[in-house]
């Protein structure tokens, strides 16, 4: 069987897949990985060749760019999002625009017009050449399900997350439905169609959601909506490195870690900055040895370092969370999914961009964390918090809930049965 991945150009949503990937090879099977050129991260074609993946580039840096370029740059507590906030109940209405405005930039006329190949046109003929029986597509990258449908690949939806395009659509067909709504064209439709006819197909809803959905969130944490979602084990990949000598030795005293993951520069408008120098110096008494990865201007920032802190550029998680006690971080899907791999505690201060929040409440409500607000972050409150999850049994107890949790879900080898099953019955 011939699979192909298709993924949004940023190594967060790469990492989630390569196991499944991994998978899916070891069980004789061609994997080919495509994305488009690197927008949030310039590394993301690096990253599937160094993870031993066969990689497609198909373009795109410039639309990507102009359409993220609100997400990145934005500020304020107007500034567009994909997050769903559980406390907003029309965050849904904000992240469906944004979701509008990524899509186009897929196959964008102006691309056209301008002597340029939309990223659409080069998947389908790679796609048309090439052959798969099964493409698997991100969420934010649904030309994949137009890739497969012209080639006859049956096509499923891999979640990085929670499914938020899944509740959008979900909310707008709702919408659409209600004779009171002032919502009389389905707003997604400007831009599939006319993608769509290009190729001889007609909309159909797996478009966006796929023929299945194959689903690495937690059960407990996944939306009741009326798809079908096969579960996969989410296995933590952050990427390799060679192991540091300090990491394997002789621990004389609690390590805790902290990362921002590849967000750690967006922390801007109501979400203030990070306050890294004063955070540093509170646990500069404490009886720990803290690894924080930074860049450049945060390590700047946080000028002379206590004795007990230890920053990096880069550290994967798998290699340094299981000598640690704890975990500070964003709220992150493949932090999270790290911290419940080695059952570690987790103090979230949650970065609202996709599912932060719903992770930092779930940490929360199932015992194995506490949240710390980030639009308020208040040091002398986290160092407390820290100080709580190091001492407190029970935060161990709850870790160990969710990581028995993760278990209940089958690894990526015992999906790869289930996906052969399913690529025969769909193939057309």
């Known amino acids: 069987m011939r699979v ?12 989630p897949a390569i196991p499944l990937a991994w998978a899916l090879q070891s069980a004789g099977h061609e994997v ?19 993870a031993g993946l066969t990689a497609v580039t198909l373009g795109g840096k410039e639309e990507l ?3 993220l370029a609100p997400l990145i740059a934005g500020a304020g507590p107007n500034r567009p999002t994909l997050a769903l906030d559980p406390d907003d109940p029309n965050a849904w209405r904000t992240a469906r625009a944004v979701l509008g405005g990524m899509f186009n930039a897929y196959y964008p006329p102006a691309a056209v017009e301008g002597g340029r190949r939309p990223v659409l046109d080069t998947l389908v003929e790679f796609a048309q050449g090439w052959r798969p029986d099964l493409v698997l597509w991100d969420p934010l990258a649904p030309t994949g399900a137009v890739a497969a449908r012209a080639c006859g690949a049956a096509h499923a939806r891999l979640l990085f997350g929670t499914d938020n395009v899944g509740l959008v659509r979900a909310k707008t067909r709702q919408e659409l439905a209600d004779p009171s709504s002032d919502l009389t064209e389905d707003p997604w439709l400007p831009w599939l169609r006319p993608v769509l006819e290009r190729y001889g197909l ?8 796929g023929q299945w959905t194959l689903d690495l969130t937690q059960s407990r944490m ?17 990427g390799a490195t060679t192991l540091p000598d300090w990491l394997h030795a002789r621990q004389e005293r609690p390590r805790v870690v902290l990362t ?11 979400h203030s900055g990070f306050p890294m120098r004063e955070f540093f110096e509170s646990v500069s008494g404490l009886d720990l040895e803290l690894v924080a990865t930074l860049n450049s201007e945060q390590l700047e920032a946080a000028g002379t370092l206590p004795d007990n802190v230890r920053a990096l550029a880069y550290l994967p998680l798998n290699q340094v969370l299981p000598t640690s006690s704890a975990i500070i971080h964003h709220g992150g899907g493949g932090t999270f999914a790290a911290a419940v791999a080695f059952k570690v505690p987790q103090l979230v201060v949650p970065l609202p961009m996709w599912d932060e929040m ?29 100080v709580r999850l190091l001492e407190e049994p029970s935060f161990q107890l ?16 015992d999906v790869v049965p289930v996906l052969e099953r399913l690529a025969a019955e769909h193939r057309g």
């Open 65 to 67: 760019t102009a359409s």
């Open 260 to 270: 921002l993951g590849v967000s750690r520069r967006l922390l801007a408008g109501r």
């Open 358 to 386: 719903v992770t930092a409440r779930y940490v929360a409500r199932r015992g194995a964390g506490l949240v710390a607000d980030p639009a308020a972050i208040d040091v002398d409150s986290m160092q407390k918090d820290l």
């Open 398 to 413: 709850g870790a160990r809930a969710l990581y028995e949790d993760m278990l209940a879900a089958p690894a990526p080898k």
């Open 222 to 238: 996944r939306t009741p909506l009326d798809l079908t979602y096969v579960p996969v084990r989410r296995v933590p990949y952050n």
């Open 32 to 50: 080919v990985v495509a994305s488009p050129e690197g927008v949030v991260d310039q590394k993301v074609i690096e990253n599937i060749t160094s």
């Open 202 to 209: 007609d909309f159909t809803e797996e478009t966006l959601t």
């Open 4 to 15: 192909l991945f298709t993924i949004f150009p940023a190594s967060a949503h790469l990492y």
